[in-house]
């Protein structure tokens, strides 16, 4: 089945580290999102794109930078890792506006 | 910019009881509101959606309701078993480009 892929599913870093997480996707969708999940707080988005040369920034991008390899690969760049970005990241991807999101199964990450 | 309010936090029924859970949005042009459902340590999943241009849709024991002049829309669950125990959340599209979720309902359904 086509399947949101991300890796690695859970990492423990420290701070001041650099962190990338990665999103691959065989669904063929042009449109993938960065989210952060936080108790109480919902899906909050961080970057997204609509193609290879498109990037947006979301409502929550400060800290984080992302890159869109291919219409396939998504992902996300914690340049210098602080406590605060402990949380679930989900990737998703949808064919386009207005169409049902398609989420992977997350990357826990905490930083010590 | 778009804001998305969800009530209540937290929810608990008894199997076979209805459940509603209700979100206000504050962009009126505002034009896609899907469902999801997210059960404990998995990934979210879409239940239903609503396009603006439609009041009510059903599928089997889950509906949603749109009133767009008060910028609100409601998830109901029907015959709640205890398998529709999850995180739901509720969102809004911005002019087709992104969505906005609320943060989320606990739903518990006790047997």
């Known amino acids: 089945d086509a399947d949101v892929t991300q890796t690695p599913r859970n990492r423990i870093t420290k701070t001041g580290k650099r962190i990338m997480l990665e999103c691959s996707q065989t669904?063929?969708?042009?449109?993938m999102y960065w989210y952060r999940q936080d108790p109480g707080l919902g899906l909050r988005l961080i970057y997204y794109?609509?193609?290879?040369?498109?990037?947006n920034k979301g409502e929550i991008s400060d800290g984080y930078s992302v890159s869109r390899q291919a219409q396939a690969k998504f992902s996300l760049s914690l340049e210098s890792a602080i406590p605060n970005q402990t949380a679930l990241y989900f990737c998703?991807?949808?064919?386009?506006?207005?169409?049902?999101?398609?989420f992977g199964d997350g990357t826990r990450l905490s930083i010590l | 910019g778009e804001n998305v309010e969800q009530h209540p936090s937290t929810l608990s029924v008894q199997e076979g009881d209805s459940a509603v859970i209700k979100c206000t949005y504050s962009?009126?042009?505002?034009?896609?509101f899907p469902w999801y459902k997210q059960e404990l340590g998995k990934r979210p999943q879409l239940i239903i959606d609503?396009?603006?241009?439609?009041g009510e849709k059903k599928d089997q024991r889950i509906a949603v309701t749109l009133n767009k002049t008060a910028k609100h829309f409601s998830l109901h669950i029907t015959e709640t078993q205890p398998e529709d125990s999850a995180v739901y959340f509720c969102?809004?599209?911005?002019?087709?480009?992104?969505?906005?979720f609320g943060a989320g309902t606990i739903l518990r359904v006790k047997s």
């Open positions: 998703a991807t949808s064919r386009g506006g207005n169409q049902p999101q398609h």
């Open positions: 669904k063929g969708h042009d449109r």
């Open positions: 794109s609509f193609d290879v040369k498109d990037i």
């Open positions: 962009d009126s042009a505002s034009n896609y």
């Open positions: 609503i396009r603006s241009n439609v």
């Open positions: 969102a809004a599209s911005i002019r087709g480009n992104k969505l906005v």
